[in-house]
């Protein structure tokens, strides 16, 4: 192992990378596009735009090759670069506006990672919730949310409580799946 994570060998391709070989970047896009592709399919409904998007990740990591040295965790920077192009994707395409709470407090380096874990991890839950069939996310946010019970809820939309339960348990599925490629990066 190297530094925080990175093994030898990608630690050496890194390297390589960095000084423009392209068989260095071969391995690396062998050994990690479909890694990439996976993840972003666990957001898009497309095959194809996730093959776009994870062929986007590979451009850009070629176009950065150089400062590439310093990274101490190829995997760990490869999901970084995979949620920020699947976030600037549903930015583009769903005009979604984030916005960053100011810490009011000066926290430590280990619970400011913490925060910004369970921010990212928030953010994707919520893009998830904004790619779920109209009806389901209404029940979603209404249950989960609004904190609104089950039996409150059928009312409300006029249907059957075991409806709104079968909705909320495809919603959680929808979740779980997001959480287990995540989960891949780790």
């Known amino acids: 192992m190297m530094k925080n994570g990175t093994n030898t060998e990608d630690g050496l391709l890194l390297k390589a990378l960095g000084l423009g070989d392209m068989k260095a970047f071969d391995v690396i896009f062998n050994k ?16 194809e735009e996730a093959e776009d998007l994870s062929q986007d990740i590979f451009v850009k990591l070629w176009q950065n090759r150089t400062v590439l040295k310093d990274v101490d965790n190829l995997n760990a920077y490869l999901y970084r ?6 976030y600037s994707y549903f930015e583009r395409t769903l005009k979604i506006e984030t916005s ?3 810490l009011s407090d000066t926290p430590t380096t280990e619970s400011l990672e913490e925060i910004l874990f369970a921010n990212e991890l928030e ?3 919520d893009l998830t919730v904004e790619q779920m069939p109209t009806q389901r996310k209404a029940i979603f946010i209404m249950s989960r949310k609004e ?9 409300r939309l006029n249907i059957s409580v075991r409806t709104v339960e079968t909705h909320i348990s ?14 891949l990066f780790f």
């Open 100 to 102: 960053i709470d100011l």
């Open 32 to 47: 990690y596009f479909q890694k990439m592709k996976r993840f972003l399919c666990g957001f898009l409904d497309s095959e």
């Open 147 to 155: 904190g609104v019970k089950n039996h409150e809820i059928a009312d």
């Open 81 to 86: 670069v995979a949620k920020n192009t699947v």
């Open 170 to 183: 495809a919603a959680l599925n929808d979740i779980r799946k997001v959480l287990s490629l995540l989960l």
């Open 123 to 125: 953010e994707l839950i």
